[in-house]
């Protein structure tokens, strides 16, 4: 089953403002939307959780095999004008967002290339929708602002002026992030510090539910 259409990506232009990025609805096929949902990983929890903290079906796995394809690489290496042969990859999942979620940021500058792809049916709340800004200062003041939804894709070239956040949104957000990083120590950091937290907040929810006991 071909999971991405990556001949929209390869068609797509380059946007330029407020920083290099792409936005392409639909870029997960619609079939295989629906069945990477029915294997996605049940997360009760907010926060980014590596791969090797989750359980997930084949479907879902065949999505992480394109992510990490060849062609998949040398499509955005491409569409960017930067060489990613070599670099090592990271990919998170998030399945709920918390009230805290969503602060301004520019993600770390180990990380080359952000890439988010939404799987969520559909999205009618104002919150949880991605905005790319023009400060790091004022959510208000975006130029483009995404729905994280129907297989939606949204990457782009990290800097230290690469902003983007979101309104306050509780639930369940699904949203897998993939990116290209600098250095095998990067993404060994990066897999620590995340497997760490999804460690902490799991002990947590099981402190509270003991307690409540």
């Given at each position: ?5 990556l ?43 590596p ?7 084949p479907?879902?796995q065949?999505?992480?095999d394109?992510?990490?394809s060849?062609?998949?690489r ?6 960017f ?9 990271t990919?998170?999942?998030r ?7 969503g ?22 709340n ?12 004022d959510?208000?003041?975006f ?56 460690t ?14």
């Open positions: 089953m071909e999971v991405f259409d001949k929209t990506f390869r068609a797509t232009p380059l946007s330029k403002t407020p920083y290099e990025h792409l936005v392409i609805p639909g870029f997960i096929r619609p079939a295989a939307l629906k069945r990477i949902n029915a294997d996605y990983p049940a997360i009760g929890e907010s926060g980014s959780f791969l090797a903290k989750l359980k997930f079906g479907e879902f065949g999505m992480v394109a992510l990490e060849d062609e998949f040398e499509a955005f290496a491409e569409k004008a930067v060489d990613l042969s070599d670099r090592p990859t990919i998170t999942v399945g709920r967002c918390a009230a805290g979620n602060s301004i940021h520019t993600d770390s500058a180990s990380k080359i290339i952000t890439i988010l792809l939404y799987t969520n049916s559909t999205w009618d104002p919150g949880g929708r991605l905005r790319l800004l023009r400060s790091g200062s959510l208000n003041d130029a483009v602002e995404v729905p994280p939804a129907e297989g939606t894709l949204v990457a782009f070239l990290r800097s230290d002026h690469s902003w983007h956040g979101h309104l306050p949104f509780i639930g369940e957000r699904r949203v897998i992030q993939f990116n290209w990083v600098t250095t095998k120590g990067s993404q060994r950091i990066a897999m620590i510090r995340h497997g760490v937290s999804a902490i907040k799991r002990g947590l929810k099981l402190f509270a539910r003991s307690d409540a006991a």
